[in-house]
């Protein structure tokens, strides 16, 4: 895939992710070092909670799209450069999952006092294998000319 710089990008570009198999070990190793709650580490436990099973952590699912984002998501030729953004999780990642990312530009905002550079805001939705969005991600990318960067 051809790598992009912000001449390159206009508002309604989409990029489709290729895909991640999310397992219950997968699930649970993340939790035990990172998030480690029952409804993440324990399948038994998991049953009596809010989530009525195992569920992945949402900044599990948060990771796995930055990486499916960075390995098959959105070619930015300077690497995926991120300025803030907003998260929500609307359905909980389970094992079994097989996540891929869909995402649009949603705005292009040039810089006033850096030529050469524009905040680029992304709609990215991360989905299951039935197309249920488990993660909204609108994240705000700082993305180069292809003269500010030669």
């Known amino acids: 895939m051809a790598k ?3 001449e390159d990008l206009k508002v309604g570009d989409r990029f489709q992710s290729g895909e991640h198999l999310l397992d219950a070990a997968q699930i649970k190793a993340f939790a035990l070092q990172f998030d480690p709650q029952p409804f993440h580490t324990d399948e038994e436990a998991a049953k009596a909670t809010f989530f009525g099973g195992l569920a992945a952590s949402g900044w599990h699912t948060a990771a796995l799209t930055m990486k499916l984002l960075v390995d098959s998501g ?3 030729a300077d690497g ?3 300025s803030g953004g907003e998260l929500q999780w609307p359905k909980p990642t389970r094992p079994g999952d097989v996540l891929h990312v869909v995402s649009e530009v949603v705005d292009i905002t040039p810089s006033r006092s850096k030529p050469g550079r524009a905040m680029v805001t992304m709609r990215c939705q991360t989905r ?3 197309g249920e969005v488990l993660q909204y991600f609108t994240p ?6 292809r003269t500010a960067t030669s």
Do not use: A, D, E, T
């Open 4 to 6: 992009l710089y912000l």
């Open 80 to 82: 995926i450069i991120g």
């Open 140 to 145: 705000k990318l700082v993305v180069h000319s």
């Open 128 to 130: 299951n294998q039935r």
């Open 74 to 76: 959105i070619p930015l």
